[in-house]
């Protein structure tokens, strides 16, 4: 089993950074893949940002490209998502996932095994 606790989330303006953490625990050598999912109010959940744990590689989102970042720690036990620019439709409450077989870009959200129990973001214009 693999635990993960999201932290960091807030009100914030447009324009506006914030980090994101999700500290996992357990199993964690066994997870292929970990990243962020966001879902916002009325609509369904939706890939955000992930990478594979061995290569590193990293895959985002098309509407969070150039703006959010995903990166871990050396023990790769905690990842952070720095999402900068931030817009009113950024506005979710964001996920952190973890998956022990993640296939293509990361962003099948039913491939995940592990989830965290999320941190709101709210952005105002």
């Known amino acids: 089993q693999v635990q993960l606790v999201e932290s960091g989330g807030g009100l914030v303006q447009a324009g506006d950074s914030l980090r994101l953490s999700c500290a996992a625990s357990?199993?964690?050598?066994?997870?292929?893949?970990m990243g962020w999912f966001r879902q916002a109010p009325g609509k369904e959940r939706e890939f955000v940002g992930a990478?594979?744990?061995?290569?590193?590689?990293?895959y985002y989102a098309d509407a969070v490209k150039g703006r959010f970042t995903l990166y871990r720690d050396n023990a790769g036990n905690t990842v952070y998502l720095q999402m900068n620019s931030l817009k009113p439709e950024d506005t979710a409450v964001y996920y952190c996932?973890?998956?022990?077989?993640?296939?293509?870009?990361?962003?099948?959200?039913?491939?995940?095994?592990?989830w965290g129990q999320g941190t709101r973001v709210t952005v105002f214009s």
């Open positions: 990478f594979r744990r061995a290569s590193g590689i990293t």
């Open positions: 996932a973890a998956g022990t077989v993640v296939t293509g870009t990361l962003g099948r959200d039913y491939e995940y095994d592990y």
């Open positions: 357990g199993r964690t050598f066994s997870c292929d893949a």
